[in-house]
């Protein structure tokens, strides 16, 4: 999303290090699945409508081939006729810093935040089973990296999944995103963030309290490994169904989802909890987003809207709500 410039605790908590060590390259042939190229459009969009008012929803999804050129000719339509975009919903935690000296006197608390605290390993903080599988992923994918195993359980995890996903021939899929905000931007589509922010008080406090935390993020570092040792081959057969718009074959092609235990070692620990503003971030970050749709409908004849395939299909999430509000709903086939 365009923004004015500014640190978010977020990205430092959730972006991963570029390794100065060059990883060596694992054997070529992952998977017998070959991962589709070119350009391709994704999913249909799902149609939510008021009287004659329409919000339309595109489902973004991660992880994508890294060699598909995401193109849809049906959201650029839908685009180009909407009064609004409504930005996905998520969390913004701003260190709040209006000047570079406070910046500068609070870099070194950053510069930490992902290792373990009191210098502890990595071997330390998992049980011994699963370290020893760990241990074969990141010979296979990171090499002799030294660093990573100084890095809490989670950020290990992430970094291991990343190069693991590259290597399959992967990305995070959020460049699908990017581009259909810069596509709003050129076509001056007002953008309207759904974000809920929470300015740090105190980000120096803050910052030296969270290096000073535990967090219980063994289940993400737990359920990360389950996944890249057996999944990777349905990461990619769903990686291809996204891409060429099949989400009969989607659906079917259910596997465990680790962020969620990954986040919740964020959202559910009692550092977040001390936080002031964060209090029930899940309820604030779905009921912003909801007012923000609700808004958008009544408004506005053409409405497109960016959620996660996990809000569009789960029981309890974004479009769930919507539904039991009584809106109609058209999805794709």
């Given at each position: 999303m365009p923004h004015r410039p500014t640190l978010l605790l977020a990205l430092a908590l959730l972006s991963t290090p570029a390794w100065a060590q060059q990883a060596p390259e694992p054997e070529a042939a992952l998977t017998p699945s070959i991962l589709?190229?070119?350009?391709?459009?994704?999913?249909a969009l799902w149609k939510v409508s008021k009287d004659d008012h329409v919000l339309w929803?595109?489902?973004?999804?991660?992880?994508?081939?890294?060699?598909?050129?995401?193109?849809?000719?049906?959201?650029?339509?839908?685009?180009?006729?909407?009064?609004?975009?409504l930005g996905t919903p998520g969390t913004a935690i701003s260190v709040g810093w209006s000047n570079s000296l406070n910046m500068i006197t609070a870099l070194p608390f950053l510069a930490g935040v992902k290792k373990n605290v009191d210098g502890g390993r990595l071997q330390d903080q998992v049980p011994a089973d699963v370290y020893a599988r760990w241990t074969v992923l990141k010979q296979k994918y990171l090499g002799a990296d030294a660093q990573v195993e100084e890095l809490r359980p989670m950020f290990a995890a992430q970094t291991l999944s990343q190069r693991a996903l590259d290597v399959a021939g992967m990305d995070g899929?959020?460049?699908?995103?990017?581009?259909?905000?810069?596509l709003g931007k050129n076509w001056k589509i007002p953008i309207t963030e759904t974000s809920v922010k929470?300015?740090?008080?105190?980000?120096?406090?803050?910052?030296?309290?969270?290096?000073k935390s535990r967090l219980d993020d063994v289940a993400c570092f737990t359920q990360t490994i389950d996944r890249l040792e057996k999944d990777l081959e349905t990461m990619r057969r769903r990686a291809n169904a996204w891409a060429m718009g099949d989400l009969p074959t989607l659906h079917k092609l259910d596997f465990p989802?680790?962020?969620?235990?990954?986040?919740?070692?964020?959202?559910?620990?009692?550092?977040?909890?001390?936080?002031?503003?964060?209090?029930?971030?899940?309820?604030?970050?779905?009921?912003?987003?909801?007012?923000?749709?609700?808004?958008?409908?009544?408004?506005?004849?053409s409405t497109l809207a960016v959620l996660s395939m996990s809000e569009l299909t789960s029981p309890d999430g974004m479009l769930a709500v919507l539904r039991a509000r009584g809106y109609p709903i058209e999805e794709p086939e």
């Open positions: 589709v190229v070119g350009q391709r459009p994704g999913p929803i595109f489902a973004s999804y991660g992880p994508l081939p890294k060699k598909m050129d995401w193109r849809s000719q049906q959201l650029e339509t839908v685009l180009a006729s909407s009064q609004e975009l899929g959020g460049a699908v995103t990017t581009r259909i905000y810069e929470v300015a740090l008080e105190n980000p120096r406090e803050t910052l030296r309290d969270f290096k989802d680790e962020k969620i235990a990954c986040n919740a070692a964020v959202v559910d620990s009692q550092w977040l909890k001390n936080v002031k503003g964060v209090a029930d971030m899940r309820k604030q970050v779905k009921a912003a987003w909801i007012a923000a749709a609700e808004k958008s409908l009544a408004k506005n004849r």
